[in-house]
């Protein structure tokens, strides 16, 4: 089975402060993405990434960045906090062709104060 | 551009009533089409999918057809369960290269 994994399922921050968001798959799966899920809206993209190194904008990024390190790792950084980011952040990988469908990990609730 | 409407919750049904919940889509190509279900506490999870016009996706005695001719990708269940209570979010993908996913629909299911 697929696993996708999250580093907290809750997190509490302050405004201003740097957070880390870590997610990591064990199905050697290219492609990986962040989004959040607020009520009423949906998951929305924040960013994805088709390889090691390789990102790209989704709808939502301003206030987020991303890292690729390494091909099992996508982290989400926010880099100063704001009270507007409290959310669920939810990560996804998926492998295709052979595979479209795409492997959500357990999330994180973020709260920022 | 691509997007998914699907029906506003939240939907409150009793055991062993009939579950339809609505989802269309516009799309510029030729989408995959999913079902996707969040139990409570949880990450997204596959429940079915369809890849091309008339195929009918099927798990767990939920039901969704792909229809072309009416941009649609309705979930169906015959007789819901308590356990069936989650939020439900239909999804589509182009090319595999971005998935879009509807706003979610709650699911109650009381005994």
């Known amino acids: 089975d697929v696993k996708v994994t999250q580093s907290s399922r809750y997190l509490v921050k302050r405004t201003g402060e740097k957070v880390f968001l870590e997610c990591v798959q064990d199905?050697?799966?290219?492609?990986m993405f962040w989004y959040r899920q607020d009520p009423g809206l949906g998951l929305r993209l924040i960013y994805f990434?088709?390889?090691?190194?390789?990102?790209e904008k989704g709808d939502i990024p301003e206030g987020y960045s991303v890292s690729r390190e390494k091909k099992e790792r996508f982290s989400l950084i926010l880099e100063s906090a704001s009270t507007n980011q409290t959310s669920m952040y939810l990560c996804?990988?998926?492998?295709?062709?052979?595979?479209?469908?795409?492997?959500f990990g357990p999330g994180t609730r973020l709260t920022v104060l | 551009g691509d997007s998914v409407t699907q029906m506003e919750g939240p939907v409150t049904l009793s055991e062993e009533a009939f579950l339809t919940i609505n989802c269309t889509y516009t799309?510029?190509?030729?989408?995959?089409l999913f079902w996707y279900v969040q139990y409570p506490g949880e990450g997204l999870q596959l429940l079915l999918k369809a890849t091309k016009a008339d195929d009918k996706g099927s798990n767990k005695g939920f039901e969704a057809t792909y229809r072309k001719e009416t941009t649609s990708f309705h979930l169906e269940k015959g007789s819901v369960q308590v356990s069936d209570s989650a939020v439900y979010f239909c999804a589509l993908s182009v090319a595999g290269n971005q998935f879009y996913f509807g706003t979610g629909t709650s699911l109650t299911v009381i005994p």
């Open positions: 990434s088709y390889d090691v190194k390789m990102k």
């Open positions: 799309a510029t190509g030729y989408p995959s």
């Open positions: 199905m050697d799966h290219e492609n």
């Open positions: 996804a990988s998926f492998e295709r062709p052979r595979l479209n469908e795409q492997f």
